[in-house]
């Protein structure tokens, strides 16, 4: 080979890198921007369906090597159980893994067969599940399979919409029937989210996160309106709550929360209702993504005003089931 051929041969791969290495740099400057959540950057759902544990009205799909006799579709129950053909008795596969689930038919069915061979595969993941709603391109019901964190949802949900604001609310609920309640409300500030990696939450089951559009509060729980208003102008604490249509009866007047984000830091704020309208001077402004959470003495009402405020239409999509 020639020596200038040599030469243009060395600066052809000297331009390759450079080219690689400004790419790359662009695809991390691209990745630390909140609005440009690419749904390909969270890993597939089902990738990690080992390590997932089986639950109250999941779908399996068992089926027996050799004996189609046996294959079968079964719903588990709210106990955790299946039952099936040929043997008395249900079978507790709640909290067992797909592999485990396994082993415990392999030896129900050697009361029938010699060497069974027995696969199960989750169908449909109905036991730990959360939400994302609001200013994202699909609100959707996502399945637990696996360790969700907050960008891994909103990358499911396909990334922010343009209208999104710089304030996602991660909203935590707790089981209990007709008695549950909101265990608590996060602002997280998506700017801060970038700096600070422990803001990028675990998502547990049953949890909402809202993506408000840019210049909203929200006001719900014991009112007559829960919902989020659009902040056009100074807006002060008892403005809104006459815009939700005042309190219902048996409201906690003077336990009235304030849920504020500040740099992607969240303070709460118990206010005095009472003590408001003895003196207007202590009437408090609102600030753009201010929660304002009106407790009532039972805790009934609280988590479909929750809904009511953060989802509006999109809760009768995702279904009341993501707050089991």
């Known amino acids: 080979m020639t020596n200038w051929l040599r030469s243009y041969m060395r600066c052809v791969s000297l331009v390759c890198c450079a080219l690689l290495s400004v790419s790359a740099n662009g695809q ?3 990745a630390e921007r909140a609005r440009t959540v690419n749904p390909t950057a969270a890993t597939n759902v089902t990738d990690s369906r080992i390590d997932y544990r089986i639950g109250p009205a999941d779908v399996l799909l068992i089926e027996v090597a050799g004996e189609p006799d046996l294959k079968r579709k079964v719903k588990v129950t709210e106990q955790g159980t299946i039952r099936l053909p040929y043997i008395e008795r249900d079978l507790r596969v ?3 893994t797909e592999t485990q689930a396994i082993a415990l038919l392999n030896q129900e069915f050697l009361s029938i067969l010699k060497a069974p061979q027995v696969t199960v595969f989750i169908e449909e993941y109905n036991a730990l599940s959360a939400a994302i709603a609001g200013a994202v391109r699909e609100p959707k019901r996502v399945a637990l399979t ?6 891994d949802l909103i990358a499911l949900a396909g990334g ?3 209208k999104a604001s710089e304030v996602v609310y991660l909203i935590h609920m707790r089981n209990g029937g007709q008695e549950q309640t ?3 409300i996060e602002t997280i500030d998506l700017k801060a ?5 422990e803001l990028n939450r675990v998502i547990r089951d049953g949890d909402l996160v809202s993506v408000p559009e840019t210049g909203l509060f929200y006001v719900t729980g014991n009112v007559n309106k829960p919902g989020s208003f659009a902040m056009k102008d100074r807006v002060t604490l008892t403005q809104a709550l006459a815009l939700a249509g005042g309190l219902l009866p048996d409201s906690k007047r003077r336990e009235i929360k304030l849920v504020r984000g500040n740099d992607g830091q969240t303070t709460e704020e118990i ?6 309208e003895k003196s207007s001077s202590k009437d408090i402004v609102l600030q753009p993504f201010d929660v304002v959470l009106v407790p009532e003495a039972t805790g009934r009402k609280q988590v479909k005003s929750l809904i009511q405020a953060f989802t509006g239409g999109i809760a009768s999509t995702l279904g009341w089931g993501i707050l089991r």
Do not use: F, Q, S, V
């Open 182 to 184: 909101g265990e608590g």
């Open 94 to 96: 709640g909290g067992l």
């Open 193 to 197: 989210l970038i700096r600070r990696p």
């Open 271 to 276: 206010i005095n209702l009472d003590a408001i």
């Open 28 to 30: 991390d400057k691209t």
């Open 146 to 151: 696996r360790e969700l964190r907050l960008y």
């Open 160 to 162: 922010l919409t343009d």
